[in-house]
């Protein structure tokens, strides 16, 4: 350990597994009196898990935590915030309808009584909002607040039931640039009376603001702890993104042929409304790949969803094979033959509930192939379902078996062989390997390398670098929205990419 | 400590879809004993004339029948709606609204034959209740109300449009009640059996289970209304029309209901009263739930209900145990059921600390 001072929280060789996934694998986390502990890390990596473990909201499967020197065996969210254990969640814990006074004491002891002691509670309130800078009016209501005055409320609920560790998840995600600097002056207050504070985060320069110790997770495991103060964003961006080089993919040499995907000055806002995308530009063409790497949360996700027709830009114009996509509409990016593989592939690309086959015709299912008036041509369908299943060596007790229970591969090669079975023009994928082990990446990589000896030009979206090293042609960056550069694939540096996904500009 | 966990179960064999119903059924008579016991009634007597009341004489059985049709339709109808995930509370107005519009048509057909009155009467019946229902599918899609709500709230209005007509330009001239003249012969539908009231409509609600297990199962149709259902954002994703999906739906689902309504005036009552349903689309829900909402399961609950609520007179008579165990019974029924399905996808666990 670098302390040697008593931490508030230990938490020892925590394992926790969901059905066949291991979230986290025995890791160790400790955090001290009056510092912000930053917890960096892809999606997926464990980070929100972990703290929801130490916030008594999942059981761990294995492992000790210690609060404050004592063994603490948490069974409920109840149990941690008795021994002074807050989080406040990515989605707020608020009763909208509700004043803010109101929303504090629900669940204290001034909210339990059968008449509400409102006087002491707002007395209370009152010191806390001043001692803390936290100016809120406890008689507002909770819907007509800001985001970023929401947020203070969750803060000062926590504060009220004396928590003096406070997990805060992906807090400035939902934030403008002036409501995070907000954010971050509470935040040092708080440390200064000798609180602690777990941040969560995965965007770099932020964690470099913020925090004084950094904790990087990978894949559920700690691959590093860092001193802000003798850390860089280059150095945790590799630490975070950086695998072994897993496999030796070989690619012929091509060349690219004409644009088969055009976006033109593409402006997109996120679920906040906040601009995600801004004036973006990007060509594909026939035989390449295009990879575009970038830190999650930086555009990528709104970005997919206006290619694949499941969200309105503000501004553009997108063409395919040179006919403009209309936006907002799935079955124009389907007509245009592009293949969509989305990142959320268990909840907007399979219909989970439903059987292999029924997943695999899902696009042409009203194609006269396999249906006339309305009738679904059964034996027609089961060949080709069954041949798929074949073609694509998924693993399956039958093509009646219900989706949700295929592996994390074997879910992708079902949306793989529906995508690709169309012979697309150009396909768009996203974040194709996250979770996928080892062999069903190698899988996924062939057959998109397949796709583009074809002369399909794809945009792969992935976080992971050595994915987009070993398929690219081209690599772009994006951060925050924007193209930060873009460069050919082998005269390109890990330096250079490094530099452009912490927004670092040459 | 000992903790008790709900955890999912590996899929059951296919022979449990078949048993567990039947479970249900049996546990759900076990328990029905309280109550008939608590009303001082002898049990086994009791349940003899339960089910003789319902099934025992030829007369007996076919009202089992009549009694079946409008429930086997209103529980189509719901069964049709959920497996989309539009929440159709509204069968009990669509089914007015089915009524109503035959009743106009049957007291105003005058002396058309009816080989063209009663096919015109059915078709209207299920476009009346089929747009009742459009209506809450349309501000679902487009106005993002909640179908639930909207569903229900329209019963109301439905009941109450029919309360003004029928105290207004539908009353029986000469009649002080709220009721409607007598449909004309042309506009009843048909008995089929002698000495009973075995009608044409208890064919039709039949032939509806074979024509709604063939649009879920055969069809593009019931292949999108079921993806809509399950998850509605992949359904989109790939790209089907989700809010036409859910109009169709609802509309089908209206009219199903509607049909319902066209048979109770067409070949029971003859004419519209304000107590047309005793809540008949409230009961097809339930028949929905325990048929799992499949139609043959919605077919079998039915007829289940059917039973309980026909027998249920003969046991009253027969033992002064009153009627409402009847209710007492169907309500039981959809617990067990609920908890019966619950068990077929998850098992306790019990964890030892």
């Given at each position: 350990?670098?302390?040697?001072?008593?931490?508030m929280v230990r938490m020892s060789s925590i394992t926790k597994y969901f059905l066949d996934v291991t979230a986290n694998d025995k890791v160790d986390f400790s955090l001290y009196p009056g510092e912000i502990c930053s917890l960096l890390g892809e999606n997926g990596a464990g980070k929100t898990t972990l703290m929801n473990v130490l916030f008594g909201y999942y059981a761990c499967d294995e492992g000790e935590i210690f609060i404050k020197g004592e063994r603490a065996d948490l069974s409920s969210p109840k149990d941690a915030i008795a021994r002074g254990v807050g989080m406040i969640h990515q989605h707020f814990a608020l009763v909208p309808i509700q004043t803010v006074l109101e929303n504090i004491i629900i669940g204290t002891d001034s909210g339990k009584t059968i008449f509400l002691d409102l006087k002491t509670a707002r007395r209370k309130l009152l010191e806390l909002e001043q001692r803390f800078g936290l100016e809120i009016d406890p008689d507002a209501h909770v819907w007509t607040l800001s985001v970023g005055e929401q947020q203070k409320v969750e803060i000062l609920k926590a504060l009220y039931r004396?928590?003096?560790?406070?997990?805060?998840?992906?807090?400035?995600?939902?934030?403008?640039?002036?409501?995070?600097?907000?954010?971050?002056?509470?935040?040092?207050?708080?440390?200064?009376?000798?609180?602690?504070?777990?941040?969560?985060?995965?965007?770099?320069?932020?964690?470099?603001?913020?925090?004084?110790r950094i904790v990087v997770l990978r894949g559920g495991r700690v691959v590093a702890e860092r001193h802000t103060a003798e850390t860089s964003t280059r150095e945790l961006a590799n630490l975070m993104v950086g695998r072994d080089l897993l496999e030796d993919t070989t690619k012929n040499q091509l060349e690219p042929g004409r644009p088969v995907l055009e976006?033109?000055?593409?402006?997109?806002?996120?679920?906040?409304?906040?601009?995600?995308?801004k004036n973006l530009n990007l060509v594909v063409r026939q035989n390449e790949i295009l990879g575009m790497a970038?830190?999650?949360?930086?555009?990528?996700?709104?970005?997919?969803?206006?290619?694949?027709?499941?969200?309105?830009?503000?501004?553009?114009?997108?063409?395919?094979?040179?006919?403009?996509?209309?936006?907002?509409?799935?079955?124009?990016?389907?007509?245009?033959?592009m293949a969509r593989i989305p990142e959320d592939r268990m909840d907007t690309g399979l219909l989970m509930d439903l059987s292999v086959e029924e997943n695999i015709i899902l696009e042409d299912h009203a194609s006269a192939e396999f249906q006339a008036y309305g009738v679904m041509k059964s034996k027609i369908i089961h060949q080709y379902a069954d041949k798929l299943i074949g073609d694509y060596s998924i693993a399956t007790a039958g093509r009646d078996a219900i989706t949700k229970r295929l592996s994390g591969g074997n879910l992708q090669k079902v949306m793989l062989a529906r995508e690709l079975a169309g012979n697309p023009a150009v396909v768009i994928a996203a974040q194709p390997t996250r979770g996928l082990d080892v062999g069903a990446m190698e899988y996924i990589h062939q057959r998109l390398l397949q796709e583009r000896e074809r002369g399909v030009g794809i945009l792969l979206i992935s976080e992971d670098l050595d994915e987009i090293f070993s398929l690219s042609d081209r690599i772009a960056v994006i951060y925050e929205g924007k193209i930060m550069g873009e460069?050919?694939?082998?005269?390109?540096?890990?330096?250079?990419?490094?530099?452009?996904?912490?927004?670092?500009?040459? | 400590m000992i903790r008790i966990r709900i955890i999912k179960r590996k899929p059951l064999p296919a022979w449990a879809k078949i048993v567990i119903p039947i479970a249900a059924?049996?546990?759900?008579?076990?328990?029905?004993?309280?109550p008939i016991l608590l009303a001082g009634g002898d049990l086994w007597?009791?349940?003899?004339?339960?089910?003789?009341?319902?099934?025992?004489?030829?007369?007996?059985?076919?009202?089992t029948f009549v009694k079946a049709s409008p429930l086997l339709l209103t529980g189509l109808a719901v069964a049709f709606a959920f497996r989309a995930k539009f929440w159709n509370i509204g069968a009990e107005g669509q089914l007015l609204a089915g009524a109503l519009i035959a009743t106009v048509l049957g007291v105003h057909m005058g002396n058309l034959p009816r080989p063209i009155v009663l096919p015109l009467i059915i078709v209207a019946g299920f476009l009346a209740g089929g747009i009742w229902a459009a209506i809450p599918g349309i501000l679902k899609t487009k106005l993002k109300v909640d179908d639930v709500v909207s569903t229900l709230l329209l019963n109301y209005v439905m009941w109450h449009i029919m309360g003004a007509l029928l105290f207004g330009p539908l009353q029986q001239p000469g009649s002080s009640w709220p009721r409607s003249a007598a449909i004309v012969n042309a506009a009843r539908y048909p008995i089929l059996l002698p000495r009973s009231r075995f009608h044409m409509g208890i064919l039709i609600a039949f032939f509806a289970v074979f024509v709604i297990w063939f649009i879920n199962n055969k069809t593009t149709f019931g292949y999108r209304s079921k993806a809509v259902g399950v998850n509605i954002r992949a359904a989109q994703f790939g790209g089907i029309n989700t809010t036409s999906v859910i109009v169709w739906t609802a509309l089908v689902s209206g009219g199903l209901a509607g049909l319902a309504g066209?048979?109770?005036?067409?070949?029971?009552?003859?004419?519209?009263?304000?107590?047309?349903?005793?809540?008949?689309?409230?009961?097809?829900?339930?028949?929905?739930?325990?048929?799992?909402?499949?139609?043959?399961?919605?077919?079998?609950?039915?007829?289940?209900?059917?039973v309980i609520i026909v027998g249920a007179q003969t046991m009253s008579r027969m033992t002064g145990v009153p009627t409402y165990i009847a209710e007492v019974i169907q309500g039981m029924a959809l617990m067990v059921m609920l908890i019966f399905l619950l068990f077929m996808e998850y098992r306790l666990k019990v964890m030892k600390k």
């Open positions: 350990m670098i302390e040697a001072r008593q931490p004396n928590v003096d560790i406070l997990i805060m998840d992906e807090p400035t995600a939902v934030l403008a640039p002036a409501e995070t600097d907000d954010l971050f002056s509470t935040l040092k207050t708080l440390v200064s009376e000798g609180r602690s504070v777990v941040f969560i985060s995965h965007k770099l320069h932020e964690v470099m603001d913020i925090s004084d976006i033109k000055q593409l402006d997109v806002l996120n679920d906040m409304k906040l601009p995600a995308i970038g830190i999650s949360g930086n555009g990528q996700r709104e970005l997919s969803e206006v290619l694949f027709g499941m969200r309105n830009p503000a501004r553009g114009a997108i063409k395919i094979n040179n006919t403009p996509l209309k936006f907002g509409n799935p079955s124009s990016a389907i007509k245009l033959n460069v050919v694939a082998k005269t390109a540096s890990r330096e250079q990419i490094g530099l452009w996904m912490a927004g670092v500009k040459k | 059924i049996v546990a759900t008579l076990i328990l029905s004993a309280i007597k009791s349940y003899f004339y339960l089910f003789y009341g319902a099934l025992g004489t030829r007369f007996n059985l076919l009202e066209v048979g109770e005036l067409c070949a029971i009552q003859y004419r519209l009263i304000m107590d047309i349903s005793p809540g008949y689309g409230y009961t097809g829900i339930v028949i929905a739930m325990l048929g799992n909402l499949h139609p043959v399961g919605v077919l079998f609950s039915a007829i289940f209900f059917s």
